[in-house]
């Protein structure tokens, strides 16, 4: 291995080159820049490749259409290396590098993203709808298996996380009601403020993020990659709909699975509540109990139930639109599974301050 | 005798309780262009994958210019990756980057060279594998199979390596894009004074651009030599592969 090495004598216009040359030789170029090389004098080179030989093509000739210098004592294998170089040299000219996007584009871009979602929502909405029309007439073409299947997942295998979040949550929310309740001796109302909070915002709200989390981007990375491995294709070529194989049988089973799943977190949360009413409050469970069934009025509990089915349909949407959309590449799957996720987080929390408005016009 | 690039001696490979490969022995020399033919499931990939690292042998020993493949320290086989480059069978281009950065990712990772002089070299082996500058700044997805395989052999190329592995180079192609790939490979492998090392299935490669054939069967090396040497061999696999080409021909001339 002998070392690259570059001289240039400016009397004759020559550059010699010794050594070996490649991608590495960079460092042993000499500055050129306002000198004209006549010409290379090659005749000590122990080795040239491609990387090599344009490197020093586009040290001597900072310009594509300036004359090339002579070649001197070059062999004829690097000299049609050279050749073979400078032939195609044209397609590797310097390109502008992009111009940089201000704060403003990026703005537009990101509205303009948000309108597109919008109405590829809407949009798909659309088309569901008319699938559903067919299905309807057509009962056989049910995907029972499949919507079984997906109910397993979302709902069964949803049960140990969404418990455990909510009886933290409830024991976090007992505790800091009942700091304050203490100080005014107004411990029992806070079974009335833990029971109003739990069942009508933080279960639904919770257990809505919590499976637009876990089942929004499982399902959004799933039709994802089976866009990617042209299964979707598949299906189609088979003579069956996408929308009625993959779309609605989960769209279903989380409409059903996320009431069910914010019932649970209710009982969870009013469970944490009652160990820290017990510990810090002196409420036994018995009277918690009673006091629950004095207070609890059923619309409470329904208004939050009420609100599962409606995430889970945006939840579903969101998640099997930004699946469906994936390009064949797997970044695409990536950015299109985090964009389900905050998407369904926006939805729900939008979702939810409607509703709030909405409930006390209507003054549930 | 020219310099001896590859040599594999007496390699034994065992896959699940199955022996792939008794006692493979083969060797190239600089310059040649050797493929590597036998039939599906005698193991010409795994051998491949052997030779290039990703896979251990149970036994033998595999050298690339004088090197143990699976004695070198991670350095030593660092320095033993910059000289040879691989194209895979399908590509295994990184579908995230653009054709440009594809090409240009081993000049990131293993020279000090600038980001934007690295995609200038990438464009320069784009251009000399024929395609056009419009296919830089495109994702994989874009591109046709032909041309895939194109950027994948650019990207095997960037390093500018002496030796050159080829997984089935034409599996996938309609046959007039075959052909003019296996005339890129020649024309590279000639004007940059490559070493290839090819395992492939197509009868066409084999008789228009390759220098020596080496054939695997049942776990060992049959025969090795150029095409007209092989047919001398008697061996029914080698003998119905040679005449399904035969038969194509004379049903060609016949129409």
Redesign the interface.
């Known amino acids: 291995m002998a070392h690259a090495h570059a001289h240039f004598d400016e009397a004759g216009g020559v550059l010699i080159v010794r050594g070996d040359w490649?991608?590495?030789a960079?460092?042993a170029l000499p500055d050129l820049a306002g000198k004209r090389v006549r010409a290379i004098d090659g005749a000590g080179l122990t080795r040239l490749?491609?990387?090599?030989a344009?490197?020093l093509l586009?040290a001597v000739r900072p310009q594509p259409d300036a004359p090339l210098p002579e070649l001197r004592g070059f062999v004829p294998?690097h000299r049609?290396?050279w050749a073979?170089?400078a032939r195609?040299?044209?397609?590797?000219?310097?390109?502008p590098?992009p111009p940089r996007i201000g704060v403003r584009a990026l703005a537009g871009r990101g509205a303009l993203a948000m309108w597109g979602h919008l109405v590829g929502l809407l949009d798909f909405v659309g088309r569901l709808t008319l699938e559903l029309l067919t299905l309807l007439a057509r009962p056989r073409l049910w995907r029972w298996r499949e919507f079984g299947a997906q109910l397993r997942d979302i709902f069964v295998g949803a049960i140990p996380i969404i418990t455990g979040m909510l009886f933290l949550l409830g024991v976090v929310f007992a505790y800091l009601l009942g700091d304050q309740a203490k100080r005014y001796g107004a411990n029992i109302f806070v079974v009335d403020g833990l029971l109003a909070a739990i069942l009508r915002e933080i279960s639904p709200v919770i257990v809505a993020v919590l499976v637009a989390g876990r089942t929004g981007a499982a399902i959004t990375a799933q039709i994802g990659t089976m866009k990617v491995t042209e299964e979707i294709d598949a299906i189609r070529t088979l003579g069956l709909s996408p929308l009625a194989v993959l779309v609605i049988p989960r769209t279903l089973a989380l409409v059903i699975a996320l009431p069910l799943l914010v019932f649970l977190g209710d009982i969870a949360g009013i469970l944490g509540g009652m160990v820290v009413a017990k510990g810090q409050l002196d409420i036994s469970f018995h009277m918690f109990l009673d006091r629950t069934a004095d207070v609890l009025l059923l619309k409470t509990l329904l208004v939050g139930l009420g609100k599962a089915p409606v995430f889970a349909v945006f939840i579903a949407l969101i998640a099997c639109r930004m699946g469906l959309t994936v390009?064949?590449?797997?970044?695409s799957v990536g950015a299109h599974t985090t964009s389900t996720v905050v998407q369904s987080l926006v939805a729900i929390i939008l979702l939810n301050a409607l509703f709030a408005v909405m409930f006390v016009r209507l003054e549930i | 005798m020219a310099e001896t690039v590859i040599d594999v001696r007496d390699v034994s490979t065992t896959l699940g309780g199955h022996a792939i490969h008794r006692g493979v022995s083969l060797s190239v020399a600089r310059g040649e262009v050797v493929a590597l033919i036998g039939g599906s499931g005698t193991g010409k990939s795994v051998l491949l994958r052997e030779i290039i690292g990703l896979q251990k042998p149970q036994a033998g020993r595999i050298e690339l210019f004088g090197q143990s493949v699976w004695d070198a320290t991670p350095e030593q086989m660092n320095r033993l990756r910059r000289r040879f480059g691989v194209l895979f069978q399908d590509g295994a281009l990184?579908?995230?980057l653009t054709v440009e950065d594809n090409v240009a990712t081993p000049?990131f990772e293993?020279?000090?060279?600038p980001r934007?002089?690295c995609?200038?070299?990438a464009?320069?082996?784009?251009?000399?594998v024929g395609l056009p500058?419009a296919a830089a700044k495109k994702?994989?997805?874009e591109l046709s199979g032909g041309m895939r395989k194109r950027v994948a052999l650019a990207r095997a190329?960037a390093?500018?390596p002496e030796l050159l592995f080829l997984d089935e180079p034409t599996s996938g192609l309609d046959p007039i894009s075959a052909r003019a790939f296996d005339r890129l490979i020649r024309l590279l492998a000639d004007?940059?004074?490559l070493t290839v090392f090819l395992v492939t299935h197509d009868l066409d490669t084999l008789f228009s651009i390759i220098d020596r054939v080496i054939v695997l069967s049942d776990g060992r090396v049959l025969g090795a030599g150029t095409i007209d040497q092989l047919k001398h061999i008697d061996d029914p696999w080698l003998t119905e592969y040679f005449a399904a080409r035969a038969s194509r021909e004379e049903s060609a001339h016949g129409s």
Request: proline residues 3%.
């Open positions: 490649d991608a590495d960079a460092a490749d491609t990387n090599g344009w490197l586009n294998r049609a290396l073979l170089v195609h040299d044209v397609a590797a000219a310097a390109q590098s390009t064949r590449d797997a970044r | 990184f579908s995230s000049l293993h020279t000090r060279l934007p002089t995609r200038q070299l464009r320069l082996k784009l251009a000399m500058e994702r994989p997805s190329l390093l500018d004007s940059l004074g």
